[in-house]
């Protein structure tokens, strides 16, 4: 095996950082639901401190309207591997229901078993210049971050599908393709 690929050894501590890095929330859940990792972003968007969240079950924890037997956790489970996208009602512990975003998948042990799975989640906002659209259910999740990328590029391009398409460097007609398949619209205009 080329040494210049090995898989780089992260201590626990390591693992804590980089999760805590990252502005998505993220729980990683064992085969019977019970939380085995919560990042700092989980944290905030629950209202759930990482102490009080490790060995609960995920839905007392992220209490949302999908939790429960039909979940995308469940969903993904029972078919034996893949990831979902969802949009869902969260009731953080503390402040008002907020809708978010969230992303699943599997993990799998050294068998090629499920062993778990992780959760991915961020609130989410209508589309009015500031926040993310909808998220187009049953997408992969390249298709969603492939989605999330045309729409933060157009967004920084006001929309402007010429300058946007030269950004990405594909062409107008290829943007247009991708706007369609992945159900990206532009904001309405606001009323005044």
């Known amino acids: 095996m080329d040494k210049s690929i090995e898989k780089p050894a992260l201590s626990p501590e390591q693992v804590k950082a980089v999760l805590d890095a990252v502005d998505d929330g993220i729980l990683v859940i064992n085969h019977d639901f019970a939380i085995t990792s919560f990042n700092q972003s989980a944290e905030q968007l629950t209202g759930v401190s990482r102490e009080q969240a490790l060995g609960r079950h995920c839905s007392e924890v992220l209490r949302t309207d999908v939790c429960g037997d039909d979940c995308p956790m469940h969903q993904v489970m029972r078919a034996d591997g893949g990831a979902r996208t969802a949009t869902a009602i969260m009731h953080p512990r503390h402040g008002e229901p907020a809708e978010v975003e969230m992303r699943v998948a599997v993990l799998r042990d050294e068998h090629g078993g499920i062993s778990g799975g992780?959760?991915?989640?961020?609130?989410h906002t209508d589309a009015d210049g500031r926040g993310r659209s909808?998220?187009?259910?049953?997408l992969s999740i390249l298709e969603a971050s492939e989605r999330r990328a045309i729409e933060d590029t157009l967004r920084r391009c006001q929309w402007n599908q010429a300058a946007a398409s030269q950004a990405l460097g594909i062409s107008r007609t290829t943007l247009w393709r991708?706007?369609?398949r992945l159900s990206i619209r532009p904001p309405r205009p606001t009323q005044r």
Request: proline content about 14%; overall charge positive; cysteine-free.
């Open 118 to 123: 992780v959760k991915v989640f961020r609130r």
């Open 178 to 180: 991708k706007m369609k």
């Open 134 to 138: 909808a998220p187009v259910p049953g």
